[in-house]
């Protein structure tokens, strides 16, 4: 495992860029840029089994369709679906050698992919932590896992998860790859500290309700444009006794412009010059607070 702890173009994204949906007649990728996807699932209420099937069918048609596609997100706490929170719990894993994490490092492996899931990690005291896991071709266990650090106050995740402290970033295909979960977007230092350490793509599960995915959209666009990086967000989908989740994620790109479409798997170009000189045209924003900031603010 290795992680990293430190460390003009204003058009809007050219057709070529823009490939989405069920992987149909749409324009084909240029072959020499891999992609991002976005898996905007619907996982079963605890149905650990039938919800790593599913995304094992779902990452094996994306992979089939598009060749050149090398980074994955899937939705938040997919393993056991975001519902019934207090129950989550029954349904935690330890992150390095629960079921999860073995069958997903498997599929990258067979299929060279990186594949970035949410699940609820049990932690060595007891308690449940609302997790993300990035898993890759070459390592059988995770390259990182990352806790959610901004929990929701408007349903019982603060209740029942035990916020995380920290953003790792991992090289992931040759790119420095950072996770965030759902609410962590709107936060923009969360993201900020991910970029700080080197991070080029951030990929984030979510299950951002209704009625606020014009808000989910916004947040994945403005953390892109903030930072100058890509992001890639997968949105759980369906209706659940809490609430129905209806706005897929997709890719944005370090301009906030989205590149992909607005479809269930969907999936955009990451084009590493992009971001350099986007970044020289617009500005670089990736930069520490200036000293003395907190005393002339606050």
């Not at 977007?185 to 080029?200: I, S, Y």
């Not at 606020?212 to 890639?232: H, M």
Request: glycine share 10%.
């Amino acid at each position: 495992m290795r992680v990293i702890s430190g460390g003009s173009d204003r058009n809007p994204a050219p057709a070529d860029a823009i490939l989405c949906g069920g992987f149909g007649p749409d324009t084909p990728a240029r072959e020499s840029l891999p992609l991002v996807g976005s898996l905007n699932l619907s996982p079963k209420p605890g149905d650990i089994e039938g919800n790593l099937a599913l995304a094992e069918a779902a990452v094996r048609e994306a992979k089939l369709a598009r060749p050149h596609l090398r980074w994955i997100v899937l939705p938040e706490l997919f393993t056991c679906a975001y519902t019934d929170l207090a129950s989550a719990s029954e349904h935690a894993e330890d992150a390095a050698s629960g079921m999860s994490v073995w069958r997903f490092s498997a599929l990258a492996h067979e299929l060279g992919v990186y594949l970035a899931y949410g699940f609820p990690e049990r932690l060595p005291d007891g308690s449940v932590a609302n997790s993300a896991n990035l898993v890759g071709p070459d390592s059988p266990g995770p390259l990182l896992t990352y806790r959610k650090i901004n929990l929701v106050e408007t349903t019982p995740e603060h209740a029942v998860f035990t916020p995380g402290g920290e953003v790792p970033v991992a090289l992931a295909g040759g790119v420095r790859v950072a996770l965030v979960v759902c609410w962590d977007l709107g936060h923009p230092e969360t993201v900020r500290e991910a970029v700080l350490k080197g991070a080029d793509v951030i990929l984030s599960p979510a299950a951002w309700r209704d009625p606020w995915g014009f808000q989910y959209t916004l947040s994945c666009a403005a953390r892109a444009l903030d930072n100058g990086v890509y992001v890639a967000s997968a949105n759980q989908l369906g209706s659940y006794p809490e609430a129905d989740f209806t706005e897929p994620g997709g890719v944005f790109r370090p301009d906030g412009v989205r590149i992909s479409g607005v479809n269930p798997v969907c999936t955009g170009e990451f084009d590493p010059t992009f971001a350099p000189a986007w970044r020289a045209s617009y500005g670089d924003a990736r930069r520490e607070p200036a000293a003395g900031l907190d005393e002339v603010c606050g």
